[in-house]
């Protein structure tokens, strides 16, 4: 089949990867526009349109994907699918006509859980023990479409959003390989989701990635880990904001929510029940350090709250 690959971060990577080493021919690829990014906010083309340009794969970045030249073009280059993997664009329905087979999506979740942009963070702070990857004919409803596969991955108790997204960006190119194959030898035929269990995981702001200290250690732990490292969890101490890493639970329970208590090896700060133990710290500025050094530096006394 002719395919038109539309993404954007490194989580679609190894999809196109494993795509331009299929038995299909990828004829462009479709990403979001180069952005600022760094210290000196220069133009940076994103993970998948780097990855095309290295495979001498054409390269649409429409600011919007209902723009009549892309459409034209995309026309012209006559797809017989289009492959979709976090591309982060709305398609509307003129764009989603123009595949032979339509537009087939890559899902990090086991729909109808979960829809939305950041399903993996969802998983984690609802703490579920399975997610995994779905694709799916798209359609005009948000990720509502009937499906073709699945793959399941269990969720450790340590898992972070980007090394548990980091294991299904790879299993789910696998699935997508195999569902395109299914389309082009006629053996797929996607199914309906289901009206039950359909849960919405809309996209995490910085906002909401801060952390509440007057939560219960167990969501505290979940969240943390769920908005790391992007946006990043984060806190106030001495009113500025600082981020943090993973935490662990701990048996300690002698602190009010957000009470910061420093031992020699470990730093711990409190929550509605036992105190969590800090793993890293960031402040504005600089690299994450590990709480016990940054908290030589900051030297909280006593009675001093993260707010």
């Known amino acids: 089949m002719r395919l ?28 979001r526009p180069d952005a600022p990014a760094g210290r000196k906010r220069r133009l940076q083309r994103s993970p998948v349109g780097t990855l095309a340009d290295e495979a001498g794969v054409e390269v649409l970045t429409p600011a919007k994907a209902s723009d009549p030249e892309f459409l034209d ?20 329905p003129a764009a989603l006509a123009i595949p032979v087979h339509g537009w087939v999506n890559l899902h990090f979740s086991l729909l109808p859980a979960w829809r939305g942009a950041a399903p993996v963070q969802a998983a984690i702070r609802a703490g579920d023990e399975i997610t995994g990857a779905s694709t799916f004919r798209l359609e005009e409803g948000m990720d509502t479409g009937p499906v073709y596969g699945t793959v399941t991955e269990p969720i450790a108790d340590d898992d972070t959003a980007g090394a548990l997204l980091g294991r299904l960006a790879l299993s789910g190119a696998g699935l997508l390989a195999a569902t395109l194959d299914g389309i082009a030898d006629g053996t797929l035929v996607p199914v309906p989701q289901p009206a039950e269990g359909v849960s919405l995981a809309p996209k995490v702001t910085v906002d909401d990635a801060r952390v509440r200290w007057t939560d219960p250690p167990l969501a505290i732990d979940r969240h943390v880990r769920s908005v790391t490292p992007a ?34 090896k470990r730093v711990l700060v409190g929550t509605a029940a036992a105190p ?32």
């Open 231 to 264: 946006p990043g969890a984060w806190t106030e101490f001495r009113g500025a904001r600082i981020k943090i890493g993973p935490v662990t639970t701990t048996g300690f329970d002698d602190l009010p929510p957000g009470g910061i208590h420093v031992e020699r």
């Open 4 to 31: 038109v690959f539309a993404g954007t971060p490194e989580p679609a990577v190894p999809a196109l990867q494993r795509l331009l080493e299929g038995p299909h021919e990828v004829v462009a690829v479709i990403t």
């Open 73 to 92: 073009r995309l026309r012209a280059l006559a797809p017989d699918c289009a492959p979709v993997v976090a591309y982060g664009n709305l398609l509307r």
């Open 276 to 307: 969590v133990v800090l793993g890293t710290v960031q402040p504005a500025g600089k690299p994450p350090m590990a709480a016990v050094d940054w908290s030589r530096g900051a030297q909280p006394t006593a009675g001093e709250l993260f707010s």
